[in-house]
């Protein structure tokens, strides 16, 4: 989940690699530091906490050089500290490293056994000690690095820095991404294409198992069986400039507020909406002759997918097995031949989800990707790729890129029910009209921003809450759930709203917030029964629902969030948005970090 950069430059690269870092910040903020070669020698800066407390220190103590590596840290072996922050050095190398050395302690008991010492709590510390006692035996930094490599179990992302080299960086991954930038007579590599857009455009990505020497002038691949490889090099469309929040307080204020234009341009890559017919990219594989869907996904995005197979279940009559996939890579679940697997990630780089889709591919199934980043490990990986069109997300807590999968995965189970000859194309015509409506409706949900924000006020001063729901609200119940605890740290929990009366209940009591997400379909009177289970212990009854819900529910309620009345098709879509303004609300007035929340990174690259 870490961000790393490295530079092989002609000009001082330390604030280069800070603006760099800044853009990878979305992959972990428990700590950042850089390394330089200072007159040939390995110069370290590092800090606890956010980038900003980076900067402090070079400001205070800059560091120059043509020639560095850069990391910001989510922690995973280690507490948050400067000792545990990367790079980590001996007198002859440093490295950063996004990932897991699973057989860390091994080699640390053999390192300490051979005279080494350690300084850090983490893994990657014996990558450096690895390395430097192979340099010490005399062999030279590549064949050093080709030494340890085999020697590291798990999955990584390494970038090594040598004393006394200034042409001279070395990157290798297996399981995690990194990226070779080309410049004009400098060299890059970094995370992502997002790390690299202010150098360069023309970029290459590694393939699993590789490693690379880049200097000044070029560069030099060589595969896991260290045979020198050539690797594509392409154009990316990253933009070089960073993402403000222009007017907003937050970034995930902003990307709420984006969600109707963007879930437009998403849907109008799948949509004919003069027709009014699905028109997807061509697939290789035929949606009518499937007999099962696997869907795999973590977090937000495995929401997503639990809406998807309601959808596809109910419009194409398509058998859905959905797992989480840190679930689903180890449950070596039995696959029926020429099935599709559908894989779900905004970064398209998630570790689990990445597992995933290998399995599935081991399974011989057809492998199709909904991601956001289209040039990620997993969009290469797979058969076929959906793009969602959400364009960069900051904030962590997944706010358009989960409406834009939404969009996708819908015109998805269109397309699938009118290949199988479940839906008529009068009843396509009349989903994708709803579709159309989506942008429009989700602008007035945006209009209840002011009255949840009063909400949010009394909200803020619970420690538990509820969320219930049926159908597809059931899973945008989880959704909810999760935005709440992601971003207020207040703990909550999404349940079907049938579940109440098997355990749940006895938690309600006139401290107990509910929010009953219920617009006004064919559940809807069964919903309201449960309502009223939750009414008859005194709890506080959150309401969602429509007009025509609002004028049905007759049931006092502590709020109720009025939408305009839609198909129900759509309503996961739309009913997003005030679950999303409900946890945003609450955690700005506890004054939580919003955009960044304790513990958490946008990008998991680990398992």
Not at 19 to 42: C, F, N
Not at 66 to 95: F, K, L
Not at 237 to 242: D, E, K, N, P, Q
Not at 406 to 420: E, F
């Amino acid at each position: 989940m870490c961000g790393i950069i490295g530079i092989v430059g002609t000009a001082p690269v330390a604030e280069r690699l800070v603006d760099s870092l800044r853009r990878l910040e979305y992959r972990g903020y428990d700590s950042a530091g850089i390394a330089a070669l200072e007159g040939g020698h390995i110069a370290r800066r590092r800090a606890e906490g956010k980038l900003r407390n980076l900067e402090e220190v070079l400001r205070q103590s800059p560091l120059i050089g043509n020639i560095g590596i850069g990391h910001t840290r989510w922690a995973t072996h280690g507490r948050p500290s400067v000792a545990n922050a990367h790079p980590h050095a001996t007198t002859e190398v440093a490295v950063v490293h996004n990932g897991i050395i699973e057989n860390f302690r091994q080699l640390r008991d053999e390192l300490l056994a051979s005279g080494a010492n350690f300084e850090s709590e983490t893994d990657t510390e014996v990558v450096a000690h690895l390395v430097t006692r192979e340099l010490r035996a005399g062999l030279s930094p590549t064949d050093a690095v080709a030494a340890a490599l085999p020697r590291l179990q798990g999955a990584f992302a390494l970038a090594f820095l040598f004393d006394g080299d200034e042409d001279l960086l070395i990157g290798a991954r297996k399981g995690s991404p990194l990226a070779i930038g080309y410049g004009k007579g400098e060299m890059y590599l970094g995370s992502d294409a997002i790390a690299l857009a202010p150098f360069t455009d023309t970029i290459a990505y590694l393939d699993d198992g590789d490693w690379a020497v880049l200097r000044a002038k070029g560069i030099e691949i060589r595969d896991a069986a260290n045979h020198r490889v050539e690797r594509a090099v392409q154009k990316t469309t990253a933009t070089a400039f960073l993402v403000e929040k222009g007017n907003f307080r937050h970034f995930m204020a902003k990307e709420m507020h984006e969600q109707p234009e963007v879930v437009a341009h998403t849907l109008a890559h799948y949509l004919d909406m003069a027709n009014e017919t699905v028109q997807l990219p061509e697939l290789p594989f035929d949606l009518a002759k499937l007999e099962r869907v696997s869907i795999a996904a973590c977090g937000t995005a495995y929401y997503a997918g639990l809406i998807a197979k309601y959808w596809f279940e109910r419009y194409a009559r398509l058998s859905v097995e959905i797992d989480v996939a840190s679930e689903f890579r180890y449950r070596e679940a039995p696959l029926p031949a020429d099935g599709l697997a559908i894989v779900i990630s905004q970064s398209g780089e998630t570790a689990d989800t990445l597992a995933s889709l290998r399995y599935a591919g081991q399974e011989k199934q057809h492998l199709l990707a909904v991601v956001n980043v289209p040039t990620s490990t997993i969009a290469r990986e797979a058969h076929a790729v959906l793009p969602t069109l959400a364009g960069p997300e900051i904030g962590v807590a997944s706010t358009k890129a989960f409406t834009c999968q939404l969009a996708t995965l819908a015109a998805l189970a269109v397309a699938a029910g009118r290949a199988r000859g479940v839906i008529s194309a009068e009843e396509e015509r009349g989903l994708v009209h709803a579709l159309v409506e989506v942008p429009r409706l989700m602008n007035r949900a945006l209009d209840l921003g002011p009255e949840i924000e009063h909400l949010a006020r009394s909200f803020a001063k619970t420690k538990d809450v509820l969320y219930l729901g049926r159908g597809t609200s059931f899973p945008l119940a989880m959704e909810g759930a999760l935005k709440l605890k992601e971003i207020s740290y207040i703990h909550a929990e999404g349940y079907a709203a049938g579940e109440l009366k098997h355990g749940p209940i006895a938690l309600i009591d006139e401290n107990m917030p509910v929010v009953v997400i219920a617009p006004h379909d064919a559940v809807f009177e069964k919903t309201m029964s449960n309502m009223q289970e939750v009414a008859a212990r005194g709890g506080r009854i959150i309401l969602i629902t429509d007009e025509t819900g609002a004028k049905h529910a007759a049931l006092e309620t502590e709020a109720t969030l009025v939408m305009p009345d839609m198909n129900p098709f759509i309503t996961p879509l739309v009913y997003a948005i005030p679950i999303q303004l409900l946890a945003y609300h609450t955690a700005v007035v506890m004054g939580t970090d919003v955009d960044q929340p304790r513990n958490l990174a946008k990008s998991v690259t680990v398992e």
